[in-house]
């Protein structure tokens, strides 16, 4: 019988470090391992980190600030307690870590999770994270000088990770991360992910699909399939063929149980007909679509190397509306990329203007290390992208409030997730994924509700549970409907 030991696990980023986390954490219960959200209890701590922009890493080191006072403390009782560093952070700078933070115990990029248990019981016996570094190969190269993990198969890492466990998916709830490719091959200038994550790698369907199967054995609802590059999948099928997205979702779609899929995120070049048609054609595939453009420049997306026009991004656009009109189109868009002139900005607006977004994430451009953009010339002041951030942000949230109005009225089936942060009020997704609050009994957690939208939040929607049988709301039993 191993101890009992906790874990606590802080996760950065995007939602493939929030899979990446619950995978961690599967393959420590094995030893022993609970999960705690009390880092002063933690035997074990790890930060799962991001390196897409600069603030996102500085996060990491202010953290490591604190959790070496959280050891010394807890040395101070006689208690041990190992600290890890995982994620892109340590992938890009692992030997930077080790220098300024040497309360760190051990770093490990994304590929080497499954080697988590032997890289633990060597740290455990005295081992420095050097020489840890070297068995969590490709962690090497330290700076995003080369490509990584291209020697490092994904299944490398999936096949050694333990299964989903029904037990362990039933405390995470009804909604579940699914990766199904990981790395970029696109090397868009601005962007870290190439050299963190790898080139790109697809896990083969059979696997996908048996995971899924799993995962709604343990009573989740729905799959968001995650993949940096997800729309660019093509994965060894069940027949032998090389399958696309759009055949892996139509696999998925005939799952029982499985009632609703989403993807994430997508690049504009690889969105096939294929799969635009699976969205007119599977009510199970969500009206939501996560499409990148960063700019609405021509000029600036040549040099981002995005490899597309933003008349392409337009007409592709269309055709997408034209195969599922009630689509909810959600983007990324940096501002003050180098050499960006206010005719770039203002290009960016008018083909924000012309799409007419349901939300959109913007950031400030950030130099990262390593990649081609952050040494060109005309870096952007600082002040110019404040101001260009704040009147894209005004318009899309703009945006945003008109999408979200134009649903007051209208009756929608809502996912109950979880019980919500008022007495007797749940939380459910739309089906355009905004965070649903309505007043509901618990019991409708994991039931797919009619509900009537009656007003909109910041960033959410309010409406009432429509009764199946006129009872009042609330008091209808737990319907299953269909999305
Ligand atoms: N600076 C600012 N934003 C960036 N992103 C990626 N790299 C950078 C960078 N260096 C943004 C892109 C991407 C999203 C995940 O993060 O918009 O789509
Ligand atoms: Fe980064 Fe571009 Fe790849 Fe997206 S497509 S992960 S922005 S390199």
């Given at each position: 019988?191993?101890?009992?030991?906790?874990?606590?696990?802080?996760?950065?980023?995007?939602?493939?470090?929030?899979?990446?986390?619950?995978?961690?954490?599967?393959?420590?219960?094995?030893?022993?391992?609970?999960?705690?959200?009390?880092?002063?209890?933690?035997?074990?701590?790890?930060?799962?980190?991001?390196?897409?922009?600069?603030?996102?890493?500085?996060?990491?080191?202010?953290?490591?600030?604190?959790?070496?006072?959280?050891?010394?403390?807890?040395?101070?009782?006689?208690?041990?307690?190992?600290?890890?560093?995982?994620?892109?952070?340590?992938?890009?700078?692992?030997?930077?870590?080790?220098?300024?933070?040497?309360?760190?115990?051990?770093?490990?990029?994304?590929?080497?999770?499954?080697?988590?248990?032997?890289?633990?019981?060597?740290?455990?016996?005295?081992?420095r994270p050097s020489d840890l570094a070297e068995a969590a190969a490709p962690f090497k190269t330290a700076a995003p000088?080369?490509?990584?993990?291209?020697?490092?198969?994904?299944?490398?890492?999936?096949?050694?990770?333990?299964?989903?466990?029904?037990?362990?998916?039933?405390?995470?709830?009804?909604?579940?991360?699914?990766?199904?490719?990981?790395?970029?091959?696109?090397?868009?200038?601005?962007?870290?992910?190439?050299?963190?994550?790898?080139?790109?790698?697809?896990?083969?369907?059979?696997?996908?699909?048996?995971?899924?199967?799993?995962?709604?054995?343990?009573?989740?609802?729905?799959?968001?399939?995650?993949?940096?590059?997800?729309?660019?999948?093509?994965?060894?099928?069940?027949?032998?063929?090389?399958?696309?997205?759009?055949?892996?979702?139509?696999?998925?779609?005939?799952?029982?149980?499985?009632?609703?899929?989403?993807?994430?995120?997508?690049?504009?070049?690889?969105?096939?007909?294929?799969?635009?048609?699976?969205h007119r054609d599977l009510p199970q595939l969500m009206p939501y679509l996560h499409l990148p453009v960063q700019s609405g420049s021509d000029r600036i997306l040549?040099?981002?190397?995005?490899?597309?026009?933003?008349?392409?991004?337009?007409?592709?656009?269309?055709?997408?509306?034209?195969?599922?009109?009630?689509?909810?189109?959600?983007?990324?868009?940096?501002?003050?990329?180098?050499?960006?002139?206010?005719?770039?900005?203002?290009?960016?607006?008018?083909?924000?203007?012309?799409?007419?977004?349901?939300?959109?994430?913007?950031?400030?451009?950030?130099?990262?290390?390593?990649?081609?953009?952050?040494?060109?010339?005309?870096?952007?002041?600082?002040?110019?992208?404040?101001?260009?951030?704040?009147?894209?942000?005004?318009?899309?949230?703009?945006?945003?409030?008109?999408?979200?109005?134009?649903?007051?009225?209208?009756?929608?089936?809502?996912?109950?997730?979880?019980?919500?942060?008022?007495?007797?009020?749940?939380?459910?997704?739309?089906?355009?994924?905004?965070?649903?609050?309505?007043?509901?009994?618990?019991?409708?957690?994991?039931?797919?509700?009619?509900?009537?939208?009656?007003?909109?939040?910041?960033?959410?929607?309010?409406?009432?549970?429509?009764?199946?049988?006129?009872?009042?709301?609330?008091?209808?039993?737990?319907?299953?409907?269909?999305?």
């Amino acid at each position: 019988m191993t101890a009992e030991k906790t874990v606590y696990i802080k996760t950065y980023g995007c939602q493939m470090n929030v899979y990446d986390s619950d995978r961690m954490s599967d393959s420590l219960a094995p030893l022993g391992y609970r999960q705690t959200d009390v880092i002063e209890a933690a035997d074990l701590i790890i930060l799962n980190t991001c390196h897409i922009r600069e603030k996102a890493a500085e996060k990491v080191y202010s953290e490591l600030g604190r959790i070496r006072q959280v050891k010394a403390e807890r040395r101070a009782a006689g208690q041990a307690t190992m600290v890890a560093v995982a994620g892109c952070v340590a992938q890009a700078e692992g030997e930077e870590i080790i220098r300024r933070a040497p309360v760190v115990d051990m770093v490990f990029g994304p590929q080497a999770y499954h080697r988590l248990p032997d890289l633990i019981d060597r740290a455990a016996r005295g081992e420095r994270p050097s020489d840890l570094a070297e068995a969590a190969a490709p962690f090497k190269t330290a700076a995003p000088a080369k490509v990584v993990a291209t020697d490092f198969p994904i299944e490398d890492k999936f096949d050694s990770l333990p299964p989903v466990s029904a037990e362990r998916t039933r405390s995470r709830g009804v909604t579940a991360f699914l990766t199904v490719q990981e790395g970029c091959d696109k090397f868009c200038t601005f962007c870290v992910v190439p050299y963190t994550r790898g080139a790109e790698v697809s896990r083969p369907a059979g696997k996908v699909l048996a995971e899924a199967r799993a995962l709604v054995a343990a009573g989740v609802r729905e799959v968001t399939l995650l993949g940096q590059n997800v729309n660019a999948y093509h994965g060894e099928g069940e027949d032998g063929d090389d399958w696309t997205l759009a055949r892996l979702i139509r696999a998925l779609a005939r799952i029982p149980g499985l009632d609703r899929l989403r993807y994430t995120t997508s690049h504009p070049r690889d969105m096939g007909e294929d799969l635009i048609g699976a969205h007119r054609d599977l009510p199970q595939l969500m009206p939501y679509l996560h499409l990148p453009v960063q700019s609405g420049s021509d000029r600036i997306l040549a040099a981002m190397n995005r490899r597309h026009t933003a008349d392409d991004y337009l007409r592709l656009v269309e055709r997408i509306r034209a195969a599922r009109p009630d689509i909810a189109l959600s983007g990324d868009f940096i501002v003050g990329f180098p050499g960006e002139t206010d005719a770039d900005f203002e290009a960016t607006l008018a083909l924000v203007r012309a799409v007419g977004y349901a939300g959109c994430f913007t950031f400030k451009y950030s130099p990262r290390p390593g990649t081609p953009a952050s040494d060109l010339d005309g870096q952007v002041p600082e002040t110019v992208k404040t101001e260009r951030l704040h009147r894209l942000q005004a318009l899309i949230d703009d945006q945003e409030r008109r999408f979200a109005a134009g649903l007051v009225g209208r009756t929608l089936p809502v996912l109950l997730e979880k019980a919500g942060r008022l007495p007797g009020q749940l939380v459910g997704r739309s089906p355009y994924l905004h965070p649903v609050h309505v007043t509901a009994p618990a019991g409708l957690i994991g039931s797919i509700a009619p509900v009537a939208i009656t007003s909109t939040g910041r960033h959410s929607l309010n409406g009432d549970v429509v009764p199946s049988d006129g009872a009042e709301p609330g008091a209808s039993p737990a319907v299953r409907l269909s999305a």
